[in-house]
Each structure stands twice: as structure tokens, then as C-alpha cells.
Nanobody, 125 residues
Framework: QVQLVESGGGLVQAGDSLRLSCAAS????????MGWFRQAPGKERECVAA????????YYKNSVKGRFTISRDNAKITVYLQMNSLKVEDTAVYYC??????????????????WGQGTQVTVSS
């Protein structure tokens, strides 16, 4: 049974940093892509960053480029999202996802098979 468990969310001020973690278990993820998605109230869920486990190739949403960094730890089977210079508009529930993404379109939600329960990130002004 695949499990993705997120942690690290919280309430911070604009300009602060947070690191989200996603601990994965239940199968081998070497052929998978791991993504971080977020959903703000009244908005659609969107991919902010993703990484292919084997190659390390990444995707970043334009609005987070230069501020967010996705990484993986093979030994811990954990994916991280380092978020710096947080903005009020980064406020959302952040979800970790895993999927056998074909090709390079890492941002496609339909490519992801497994999802975590989500962790709230709130950025105050």
C-alpha cells in the first residue's frame, strides 16, 4: 500500500522560509515522478514543482522559480520542497503526489496516481 505523508507546513510571515517533506513508502519509486501541488481556497489545484526520481529532472511553476527548490533523498525515500521568500499568495494546502509520468510533462495532475493528505501553509503579511 503506497503512502505519502507530508509534513512541515505552518504559519509564517511573508519573507520567511519553510521546508515541506514527503515520506514515501509502499513500493519502489525509482521510475516515478514526485510532485508538489497546492490548492488555495476557491482555486484549482496546481503543480508548483516536480522531480523525476531517477534522472532528477525538475519542473517549477513560473511564479516559484528562484524561490522554491524540490529535492529528493534516495536513502530516506523522501522528497522535499524548500520554500524561501514566501509570499501571501503562496498560502494553500500543499499536496505531495507520485506517478509514472510519461515524457516531460511533470506538471500534469492526471499523470499522478498517489496523493498525500495535504499540509497547510499560511503566509501572513
Amino acid at each position: 500500500q503506497v503512502q505519502l505523508v507530508e509534513s512541515g507546513g505552518g504559519l509564517v510571515q511573508a519573507g520567511d522560509s519553510l521546508r515541506l517533506s514527503c515520506a514515501a513508502s509502499g513500493r519502489t519509486f525509482s521510475n516515478y515522478a514526485m510532485g508538489w501541488f497546492r490548492q488555495a481556497p476557491g482555486k484549482e489545484r496546481e503543480c508548483v514543482a516536480a522531480i523525476k526520481w531517477s534522472s532528477g529532472s525538475t519542473y517549477y511553476k513560473n511564479s516559484v522559480k528562484g524561490r522554491f527548490t524540490i529535492s529528493r533523498d534516495n536513502a530516506k525515500i523522501t522528497v522535499y520542497l524548500q520554500m524561501n521568500s514566501l509570499k501571501v499568495e503562496d498560502t494553500a494546502v500543499y499536496y505531495c503526489a507520485a506517478g509514472t509520468v510519461a515524457g516531460s510533462r511533470l506538471e500534469r495532475q492526471s499523470e499522478y496516481d498517489y496523493w498525500g493528505q495535504g499540509t497547510q501553509v499560511t503566509v501572513s503579511s
